[in-house]
């Protein structure tokens, strides 16, 4: 099994900025892409970022040019770096990893417990 904890969540001030941490552990053969999500109340899961191995990502329309995400492959990390944020960036954020265990299985999602981001004005 593959485990990531979450890091870095709490309470900001709008306009404030935060970095989220995650480790992945556990039974890890390779890690393809890395990411995060958040969810908010009332509201599906949004993806927010991704990063492959190579370092290529993509970001969601709603964090272009606010959110910044990197990884360390020696470590299994990966980091979001959040700027400029506004009382809607309020929600559980998820990070995720998609990895294979071993050369006999899959690569599968796997993901955090969370961790809560509240920006207050």
Not at 30 to 49: C, D, F, T, V
Not at 51 to 60: A, E, H, L, N
């Amino acid at each position: 099994q593959v485990q990531l904890v979450e890091s870095g969540g709490g309470l900001v001030q709008a306009g404030g900025s935060l970095r989220l941490s995650c480790a992945a552990s556990g039974s890890i053969f390779s890690i393809n892409r890395m990411g995060w999500y958040r969810q908010a109340p009332g509201k599906s899961r949004e993806l927010l970022a991704t990063i492959t191995s190579g370092g290529s990502t993509t970001y969601g329309d709603s964090v272009k040019g606010r959110f910044s995400i990197s990884r360390d492959n020696a470590k299994n990390t990966v980091s979001l770096q959040m700027n400029s944020l506004k009382l809607e960036d309020t929600a559980v954020y998820y990070c995720y990893c998609n990895a294979k265990r071993g050369v006999i299985y899959a690569y599968t999602d796997y993901w955090g417990q969370g961790t809560q981001v509240t920006v207050s004005s």
